[in-house]
Nanobody, 126 residues
Framework: VQLQASGGGLVQAGCSLRLSCAASGRTFSRYVMGWFRQAPGKEREFVASIMWNGGITHYADSVKGRVTISRNNAKNTVYLQVNSLKPEDTAVYYC????????????????????WGQGTLVTVSS
């Protein structure tokens, strides 16, 4: 599967953004989807994940309450809505897809994903 992330840009603190990740292929509904981010000089970190039918989601504590992950399986697309953006949200945001069946997992670890998109840069100015 190929993943194409979009929607990043330069925004002011307090604003909102919706990131999108379009996936190729016919089996999108079988994938667990996740969003990660990597700030300059830091390791890539988990942001959110969503299970196959969208019924279960998980969020990193650092973004809980400001971020919503959703998916539209008919459009092969996963979204990340980020509200009340802060300068510390500045990072390259990556979407990822997993076919691994890890029962009970939050899918918050890098190694749990099989495919990665190229990333979209979000820059938040103060």
């Amino acid at each position: 599967v190929q993943l194409q992330a979009s929607g990043g840009g330069l925004v002011q603190a307090g604003c909102s953004l919706r990131l999108s990740c379009a996936a190729s292929g016919r089996t999108f509904s079988r994938y667990v989807m996740g969003w990660f981010r990597q700030a300059p000089g830091k390791e890539r970190e988990f942001v959110a994940s969503i299970m196959w039918n969208g019924g279960i989601t998980h969020y990193a504590d650092s973004v809980k309450g400001r971020v919503t992950i959703s998916r539209n399986n008919a459009k092969n697309t996963v979204y990340l809505q980020v509200n009340s953006l802060k300068p510390e949200d500045t990072a390259v945001y990556y979407c990822a897809a997993s076919l691994q069946d890890t029962s009970g997992s939050f899918y918050s670890k890098l190694h749990e994903y099989d495919y990665w998109g190229q990333g979209t840069l979000v820059t938040v100015s103060s």
